[in-house]
């Protein structure tokens, strides 16, 4: 859980922990159980409140974002939480 806290220095290594989270939940829906019982919701909810737009953006230069992705980390956070049964 602490690894999902907002870290300025790497704004997408959130991202890429939640697509991982939902990666694995599609592939084998018995994961949700894994990660209700190690407190996943209640991470996917702080990542929900304290999303920046930064973590939006697959590039920077300087502190400009640049070429945001496709798919904004709140529409992941979504995903994850409804597979988890609480979407």
Not at 47 to 67: I, K
Not at 81 to 86: I, T
Request: aromatic share 8%; with cysteine; charged share 20%.
């Amino acid at each position: 859980q602490e690894i999902l806290h907002k870290n300025s220095h790497s704004p997408g290594i959130r991202r890429v922990i939640v697509e991982h989270v939902i990666y694995m939940m599609e592939c084998n829906p018995g994961n949700a159980n894994c990660f209700n019982k190690y407190w996943m919701m209640e991470a996917l909810l702080m990542v929900e409140r304290t999303t920046s737009r930064a973590e939006n953006y697959r590039f920077f230069s300087g502190d400009t974002g640049l070429m945001e992705h496709s798919i904004p980390l709140s529409a992941l956070v979504a995903r994850a939480k409804e597979l988890m049964g609480r979407g």
